[in-house]
């Protein structure tokens, strides 16, 4: 399973060309042409999915990162 994470607005995946296996790519799930197009909705969703991400390299590492 590539899918890491998910929510309404946000994908997360490993893709399929990743050197190592904690290589990440945050896909919107709605075409957007740069990072001010996104909605309030859309960018809290994205902190959500960012906090979820970091968590859990937080917990696979052993430690926090920034």
Known sequence: ERIIAKNEQWIVLV???AVWPFET?????????AITELTEEEK???????????TR??????TSFP
């Open 15 to 17: 893709p399929f060309w």
């Open 25 to 33: 790519m945050v896909l919107p799930r709605r075409l957007v042409g």
């Open 44 to 54: 809290d969703a994205w902190a959500a999915i960012l906090k979820n991400i970091t």
């Open 57 to 62: 390299y937080d917990n696979l590492f052993n």
